[in-house]
């Protein structure tokens, strides 16, 4: 299963596994391999993770590139925060943007938050683009839906806003999938920009996202894949499927196709 696994020949790794792998089984490399076949059947490589041309912290926190094109948040961690990012795109067409909440054992629990829980609760998602050769700066068209892995007591991701809280979530990776109403549009070279504001509660410490990546896709089916790979992983009790996903992605080398600034 392994090898096909490198191959990425999904269909015949989840063969392979389906044959030795049980819900006993424990082996943390098996089970992500297993993990990683499923969602290479039911995604493909159709996510292009976005490099940043620019990003900040409204409260001055240092963001740091990774490796994997996440970033790491660190410094200063004021109540509440807001992250801006940009990177150019060479998609022609979005459909969706995926969101990858990710542990690090630099964060209070390993994260993704940097509350001292390791949770973290985004309040509002905001997205824009600016096409190539152009000073002008237009709203994307907004979320007509919103799924993740895992969500607070199983409350829905708000799609007018994007909120998402992963109370009770810490320690583990988590991934959010957000569907446009329709497609953001424009040629090869525009720019994207993010903004990320989290929720400002005066009964909690700071709930701010400690170690994050971000990408897009142009493939008009990827949210219900992400339906059915979140619900696939449900039925077979993995524990911390993403997690677990995450990690194989890392040994691999990266998390789908990489796109940075011309």
């Not at 392994?2 to 015949?12: C, E, P, S």
């Not at 090869?188 to 909690?204: H, K, T, Y």
Request: glycine share 8%; hydrophobic share 40%; proline share 4%.
């Amino acid at each position: 299963g392994d090898a096909y696994v490198g191959l990425k020949q999904w269909q015949r790794a989840l063969d392979d596994y389906a044959k030795g792998v049980s819900d006993e089984t424990t082996d943390e490399d098996l089970l992500a391999n297993q993990a990683r076949a499923q969602a290479g059947i039911l995604e493909g490589d159709v996510w292009t993770v976005l490099k940043p041309v620019d990003m900040e912290s409204e409260g001055g926190a240092t963001l740091t590139l990774q490796e994997d094109d996440s970033i790491l948040v660190s410094g200063a961690d004021r109540d509440p925060d807001v992250y801006t990012f940009s990177a150019e795109t060479e998609l022609n067409s979005i459909t969706a943007i995926r969101l990858e909440a990710l542990t690090d054992n630099s964060l209070p629990n390993r994260g993704p938050g940097r509350n001292e829980q390791g949770f973290f609760v985004l309040w509002r998602l905001e997205v824009y683009q600016r096409p190539q050769d152009s000073a002008d700066v237009l709203k994307a068209p907004p979320f007509a839906a919103a799924i993740a892995d895992y969500i607070y007591q199983e409350a829905a991701i708000n799609p007018e806003s994007g909120r998402w809280n992963i109370l009770g979530g810490e320690g583990t990776s988590h991934t959010a999938v957000y569907k446009l109403t329709e497609p953001i549009t424009g040629t090869a070279g525009q720019r994207l920009a993010f903004r990320m504001s989290f929720e400002d509660n005066p009964v909690i410490s700071a709930m701010n996202l400690g170690r994050f990546r971000l990408s897009v896709t142009d493939d008009a089916a990827v949210y219900e894949q992400s339906e059915r790979l979140f619900a696939a992983m449900k039925l077979r009790q993995l524990t911390d499927p993403w997690q677990k996903l995450a990690a194989a992605r890392h040994r691999s080398g990266g998390a789908g196709r990489t796109r940075g600034a011309s």
